[in-house]
């Protein structure tokens, strides 16, 4: 069997992994070919059954070998997380091109993440506004019987008062006045 077909087993962090020496050896810059060309001491730490032992993370190993047999980025994961994980494990092994496929994906999930967050703070914004806005509309229904007892001040002021906090949630004035009146027609400046 010549040495690129032969089978190697890898211990990664106590995971067993079997590839190739000819997949090991495909990227020339990547530390596990200078490893598994003699450039470094692939001996140098071995497991019980004398398998060489890499002292690092297993969990992203697997597309660590499928890079280098395929010669192409993989599918990479959808957290965060685990993208910082692979590029970091990319960046060992010294396999540029997959740790900045890494580096850029975790940076789009990030940027995601962000866009979510500023989302959800802009609805909790916006709930609070509206229910500030139909707290003021039972204000001025309670207003309204006051006015119909003769209270016509606290009526126009309570108008008002609305008109102002509706244009301070951003609502056009002329639009919330033509909606005040359709609603409430003893709210009208001429029955005031």
């Known amino acids: 069997m010549a040495a690129s077909d032969e089978l190697i087993t890898l211990n990664v962090g106590g995971t067993l992994f079997r590839t190739t020496h000819a997949t090991l050896t495909k990227h020339p810059d990547s530390m596990l070919a200078a490893m598994f060309r003699g450039d470094m001491q692939a001996s140098a730490l071995r497991d019980e059954q004398g398998h060489p032992f890499l002292d690092r993370n297993p969990t992203h190993f697997a597309l660590i070998l499928d890079y280098l047999r395929d010669g192409r980025v993989p599918p990479l994961p959808s957290s965060l997380l685990e993208l910082q994980q692979l590029k970091v494990e990319a960046e060992f092994f010294a396999m540029a091109e997959l740790a900045e496929a890494a580096g850029a994906a975790a ?3 990030q940027a995601g993440q962000e866009a979510q967050q500023r989302l959800a703070a802009e609805r909790a914004a916006a709930v609070q506004a509206t229910s ?3 707290y003021k509309v039972y204000a001025v229904e309670q207003e309204l019987r006051f006015e119909r007892n003769g209270h016509k001040m606290a009526a126009r002021r309570l108008r008002d008062a609305l008109l102002a906090r509706l244009c301070a949630l951003g609502a056009n004035l002329p ?4 909606q005040l009146r359709a609603t409430h027609p003893e709210l009208d400046n001429r029955n005031l």
């Open 107 to 109: 940076t789009a999930v």
């Open 132 to 134: 500030e806005a139909w």
């Open 175 to 178: 639009a919330a006045e033509a």
